[in-house]
Nanobody
Framework: QVQLEELGGGSVQAGESLRLGCVGL??????MAWFRQFPGKGREAVWT???????NYARFLRGRMTISKDTAKNVLFLQITALKPEDTAMYYC???????????????????WGQGTQVTVSS
């Protein structure tokens, strides 16, 4: 059974940084992805990482976010710097065993999700 858990959200001031963690029990070898969801909106892709580390990211990020993974600990990290109020959203990690490369940037392609972690940025 796939289990994902996001950690590290919270309330911060604009300009500060956060590092979100996604603990994935046994599924670090597949595509893993970070999505975010604004109230009343669908989930949009933030970043994906393939089994061997190749990443893909949404163009709107402009270098403020990086993704990495610790395979020994089965943890996927999303570092967000220079946070803006418009980054306020629920952040989710996701995975699906059918993908290990060419990770999709579409939320419908992922079957397994964590419960999400809220990031709130105040101006």
């Amino acid at each position: 059974q796939v289990q994902l858990e996001e950690l590290g959200g919270g309330s911060v001031q604009a300009g500060e940084s956060l590092r979100l963690g996604c603990v994935g029990l046994g599924y670090i070898d597949y595509c893993m992805a970070w999505f975010r969801q604004f109230p009343g909106k669908g989930r949009e892709a933030v970043w994906t990482i393939e089994r061997y580390g190749t990443t893909n990211y949404a163009r709107f990020l402009r270098g403020r976010m990086t993704i990495s993974k610790d395979t020994a600990k089965n943890v996927l990290f999303l570092q967000i710097t220079a946070l803006k109020p418009e980054d306020t959203a629920m952040y989710y990690c996701a995975t699906d065993p059918q993908w290990s490369t060419a990770c999709p940037m579409i939320h419908e392609e992922y079957e397994f999700w964590g419960q999400g972690t809220q990031v709130t940025v105040s101006s």
